[in-house]
Each structure stands twice: as C-alpha cells, then as structure tokens.
T-cell receptor
Framework: SQQGEEDPQALSIQEGENATMNCSYK?????LQWYRQNSGRGLVHLIL?????REKHSGRLRVTLDTSKKSSSLLITASRAADTASYFC?????????????FGKGTKLSVIP | DGGITQSPKYLFRKEGQNVTLSCEQN?????MYWYRQDPGQGLRLIYY???????QKGDIAEGYSVSREKKESFPLTVTSAQKNPTAFYLC????????????FGPGTRLTVT
C-alpha cells in the first residue's frame, strides 16, 4: 500500500516563484526521501532527511520533517522552467533485515517561463 | 559510464505471452528493486533482492517472476497470469550497506494488447 500522500496533486507557478509540496505518511519511518521524475523517465534522488532531523537544505531545495504530524514538505526556491517534473516523497523503513521505500502518488509541478 | 540500464525502452506484446524486461547495473550495488508505475500514480514495489540468489516479493508480486543469478542483473518476467500488465516498469539499485538512496534506470514501457 502507498504510505505517502503528496499535496497538491498538481501545481503550476511562474518562473522565479517558490514551489512548496507536502507529503503525509502513516507509520513510523527511518527516513524520508524526495525524488524527481521527468516525464517518461526514471526517478532521480534529490534529498534524504532522517527521522531525527527537522530541516535539511541542498542548493535551492529545503526539506522539513515533522514526525509528530507525520508530514514533510519540499520547498523549491526561485523555480526555473527546468524544474518542471513530478516530485515524489518516499518513506524508508527497515525490517526483517531489508530496507524498502514506499512512494506517494506525486506532485506534478509545472513552471511557466 | 556508471549506471543502470533497462532495455528495451518500449515493448509491445500480445496478451497471453510472457515477456522479460532487462535490468543491468555496473554500480556494484547489492540491492536491486523492480517497481511498476501506472499513469498519474506513484511507484509500487514488485520484487526486490538484497543479495545474489535471493529475492523477496513486494506489494504486487502476483503475475511476475524474477531471478538474481548475478550481482549486476535482475531481470523481471511479466507472465500471462498478470491481469493488467500494461504499465511503466522501473528498476532501481542501492548500495545496501552505506546508503539509503536508490538509483533508477530509465524505465521500460510495456504495452500488452
């Protein structure tokens, strides 16, 4: 079953604006990751935040994690047309000696030049 | 040039035929994964393998089979028992010991008519 749920499902902004995407999940996690997918392509890892971290930055990306609310947000600042893609959160869990990711349905971001 | 390759990019089959999707990685990663993605949806885990000659069912393994005879290769067979095989299939790998990040191939789009 899919644990993560992204919100909104679709987002359209002007180039230069900030884009915020949210992710909620249901069970306890070891970490949460964000991935990007260009149309018809594979996913690319963006950033990982561990369950004991609250905020993490990478370039124009800022991720927050609130384990008490079981939610995370991804902020892309000063968006560019090249940021147009679908963004997925994935929650990571270890159990029985294995590690798996559970993906949400994604937010489709359109950045208008 | 390191990475994950999937072939072919597009695959067409008639209903009732088995088909095998290729996934090869030269990253020396221990773990490999197969996901299915339907339009507008997130990724669902089909099978995963932590080490050679061992693999585990994911959330939607029915109608699929895999093998892991070599570390570099993790082929997926979509059998005629899979009720709705048309989808985008993504293979991923992970360096199990040191990282939680998954690296994805470009995907194979399978159409069964």
């Amino acid at each position: 079953s899919q644990q993560g749920e992204e919100d909104p499902q679709a987002l359209s902004i002007q180039e230069g604006e900030n884009a915020t995407m949210n992710c909620s999940y249901k069970t306890s996690i070891n970490n949460l990751q964000w991935y990007r997918q260009n149309s018809g392509r594979g996913l690319v890892h963006l950033i990982l935040i561990r369950s004991n971290e609250r905020e993490k930055h990478s370039g124009r990306l800022r991720v927050t994690l609130d384990t008490s609310k079981k939610s995370s947000s991804l902020l892309i600042t000063a968006s560019r047309a090249a940021d147009t893609a679908s963004y997925f959160c994935a929650t990571g869990n270890s159990g029985a000696g294995s590690y798996q990711l559970t993906f949400g349905k994604g937010t489709k971001l359109s950045v208008i030049p | 040039d390191g990475g994950i390759t999937q072939s072919p990019k597009y695959l067409f089959r008639k209903e009732g035929q088995n088909v095998t999707l290729s996934c090869e990685q030269n990253l020396n990663h221990d773990a490999m994964y197969w996901y299915r993605q339907d339009p507008g949806q997130g990724l669902r885990l089909i099978y995963y393998s932590q080490i050679v000659n061992d693999f585990q069912k994911g959330d939607i393994a029915e109608g699929y089979s895999v093998s892991r005879e070599k570390k570099e290769s993790f082929p997926l067979t979509v059998t005629s028992a899979q009720k709705n095989p048309t989808a985008f299939y993504l293979c991923a790998s992970r360096q199990a010991i040191s990282s939680y990040e998954q690296y994805f191939g470009p995907g194979t789009r399978l159409t069964v008519t």
